[in-house]
């Protein structure tokens, strides 16, 4: 029997007298109890704050995206052990690849962000410098560092691994302790993958904790500093929202919720072109994957009146083919619903859409009864959806989709909105112009606008698949939250903050070097020392160089660039931008480089890129050009090396900036 367990202030908690039965959707019979008595908040809390908090806020971004990366290669060691219970959950191991792989691989995305677009330090940079004042002695910035509350996590039966991974892999990049609630049915699954987080060992105590069960009174006790993110249905996330003392606490509250999802059959995909093929099998992927317990699954399928008939026989051809099916059996296709009961709820549902619908498919049962989970996929005709509301209001949580014909991209576009704002909105063209106009016409109502054709293919994810990297919500109807999209997701869990000062005051605040900020004069060329030796700020002025005719000419003569600025007196001056012939950009970067470049061996091992150039300034031959260059950020990137970046401003004879931009070199540790 599955007896899931809490995991509680270091405490492992089983299911009690109050334990609710978990019925398997295979067999219909009881397969285990999960639940006990709520624990008590302020514990949990207290645990959270007084320990996990504290310990992650401690390590930098780069030490926790380090952790996560561990742990998701750890989690991917034993990843067998959850698909061996995978089934139990009604779903095939096809199905459980985007729960179990698809959680893994969230964390991996997110460990690499980390590294990749966060400091290696304790604040994140939101954005550029904004100059305050003329001198430039007073200075904004931007800046966002980690919520000293907790993160409660509630999270739905369909994806109980990639819904608690999803949400844990953000708010720990952030430095933000979790609690995690999984939906019952399934928090067998959610606390098996919960145990080898805590065997692993990688992270704080205190860092995540789990509640199999109810949560009490967890949401009255949380304050302004706590965030509760949130998974599941329209009408839980409504009592949820509505509870006063969350209202008046000031939590942050994000919900992604299910949605009418729809998907769009441009009009020039005709039967006999790719799109149409596309447009077909994606659309029978979505209503049977998981057994359509998906909150991006299609439930609305907008196509052209004239396409009505070869997409309804082509959808009917696809769906015969997936009979329900037990989900540990490798040849089914399509597996069940979690349970009796949501069975149950979706035929009810359906039969609120009966009014409006009439079902012109409806395939095989496999010869199971409705003591299990059991449902065959099902494809139902609204001859009138304009005067239709239940097929735009009603969400029947399963195998079922509702074909709805439309006149023009303009009545496809007011369709596919009165879903009143869905997580995601696909369309199936080879047009352009189809797409911009789709796109504009449903961007505001839909989180995500997939757009599929033949290009695309070979590559595309899915209409139904989130990706770490993209947003992961939407407006209205679907919550009006969003997850994931990269960093920001990570920045949900983080407080964004205005700070203003002295560059030398934002220089300390943020840890990396504010130009206007004081300059540091190290004791040999920075090029000779060592990642580890640099100072943030430290700083060389270079001596002059002249620019003349002859530079500007050899130049020319040498890469082929003889622009006219620079070669034709009479044509330079007649442009507004210019006094006359005056230096390549790239001239100028050669020479700056010469300037204050240190030529033999030593720590730099590398130039790796050149960010944001500008020019400010014309040079002109006679102009007198030096460098400074300041140490502006380090990053370390392993054991043997790190990366500097280096802000380098250009000079000339007159104290005028004629050009900027950011250096990165990897430097070498000392031994």
């Known amino acids: 029997m599955l007896a899931p367990e809490s995991f509680v202030a270091g405490r492992w908690i089983g299911p009690d007298a109050t334990a609710r039965s978990i019925i398997s959707p295979v067999t219909g019979v009881e397969i285990g109890r999960a639940g006990s008595a709520p624990p008590d908040p302020e514990t949990l809390r207290d645990h959270a704050l007084r320990k996990g908090g504290p310990a992650l806020r401690e390590m930098t971004f780069h030490d926790r995206a380090r952790m996560l990366k561990a742990l998701a290669q750890y989690l991917d060691s034993r990843k067998e052990e959850l698909y061996a219970l995978n089934p139990l959950t009604g779903a095939t191991r096809k199905d459980g690849w985007v729960d179990i792989d698809g959680g893994i691989g969230t964390t991996f995305v997110f460990a690499s962000k980390g590294r990749r677009e966060m400091p290696d330090g304790h604040v994140y940079l939101d954005g550029a410098t904004e100059r305050l004042s003329r001198e430039g002695s007073f200075l904004g910035q931007h800046i966002a560092v980690p919520k000293p509350g907790v993160a409660v996590h509630i999270n739905a039966y369909n994806f109980p691994v990639w819904g608690m991974l999803e949400k844990l892999a953000p ?47 967890l949401l009255d006790t949380l304050g302004p500093q706590d965030v509760v993110s949130f998974t599941g249905s329209a009408d839980t996330a409504l009592m949820l929202r509505q509870n006063p003392r969350l209202i008046a606490s000031g939590a942050s509250f994000i919900a992604e919720q299910d949605s009418l999802n729809a998907t769009i059959l441009g009009p020039d995909a005709g039967p006999d072109s790719p799109e149409f ?32 008939d070869p997409v309804t026989q082509a959808l009917e051809a696809k769906l015969s083919k997936s009979i329900p099916g037990d989900p540990a059996d490798p040849a089914t296709r399509m597996g069940a619903l979690v349970s009796p009961a949501q069975r149950a709820d979706v035929l009810e549902r359906c039969g609120r859409l009966a009014d409006e619908t009439t079902v012109v498919f409806r395939g095989s049962d496999g010869g199971y009864d409705e003591a ?139 840890g990396q070097w504010v130009p206007g900020g004081r300059e540091i004069t190290g004791p040999a060329h920075p090029f000779r020392r060592h990642f580890d030796e640099i100072a943030i700020g430290e700083t060389i002025r270079t001596e002059p160089r002249i620019v003349t005719l002859e530079d500007i000419e050899h130049f020319a003569d040498f890469t082929g660039d003889t622009f006219y600025a620079h070669m034709d007196e009479d044509a330079a001056a007649a442009n507004p931008f210019f006094p006359g012939r005056v230096a390549h950009g790239y001239l100028l970067l050669s020479f700056a480089a010469g300037l204050f470049v240190e030529p033999n061996p030593g ?69």
Request: glycine letters at 10%; proline letters at 6%; a negative charge.
């Open 171 to 217: 708010s720990l990049l952030a430095g933000m302790p979790a609690i995690v609630k999984p939906a019952t049915q399934t928090a067998f699954l959610a606390e098996a993958c919960f145990r080898m987080i805590f065997d692993s060992g990688l992270l704080p105590d205190g860092a995540v904790q789990l509640i199999v069960g109810g949560t009490g009174g």
């Open 277 to 308: 093929d596309l447009f077909i099998n994606e659309t029978a992927r979505e209503i049977t994957t998981k057994a359509g317990q998906k909150c991006t699954a299609i439930r609305r399928i907008i196509v052209p009146e004239t396409m009505a």
């Open 372 to 510: 299990t989970g059991f449902l065959p996929p099902m494809l139902l005709h609204c001859n009138d959806p304009d005067a239709a509301r239940a097929v735009h209001e009603i969400e029947a949580f399963g195998p079922v989709a509702t074909l709805l014909p439309y006149r023009d991209i303009d009545h496809a576009t007011a369709l596919a909105n009165r879903g009143g704002g869905s997580l995601v909105t696909s369309l199936f063209t080879h047009d352009p112009q189809v797409a911009r106009a789709v796109t504009l016409g449903t961007a505001a109502w839909h989180g995500r606008v997939y757009i599929n054709d033949r290009a695309s293919a070979a590559e595309a994810t899915g209409h139904g698949s989130p990706l770490a990297h993209m947003t992961h919500g939407g407006p209205g109807r679907a919550g009006g939250g969003e997850e994931l999209g990269g960093i920001r997701g990570v920045l949900h869990y983080m407080q964004r903050t205005a700070v203003q000062g002295s560059p030398d005051m934002l220089t300390a605040i943020t």
């Open 603 to 671: 720590p730099v091992l590398a130039n790796t890129g050149l960010n944001a150039l500008s020019f400010q300034k014309p040079v002109s031959p006679g102009d007198a050009l030096w460098v400074r260059l300041t140490a502006r950020r380090k990053t370390k990137r392993n054991d043997e090396y790190g990366e500097v970046a280096w802000h380098v401003t250009l000079y000339n004879q007159e104290n005028e900036q004629v050009a900027e931009y950011e250096l990165l070199t990897m430097v070498a540790f000392s031994s």
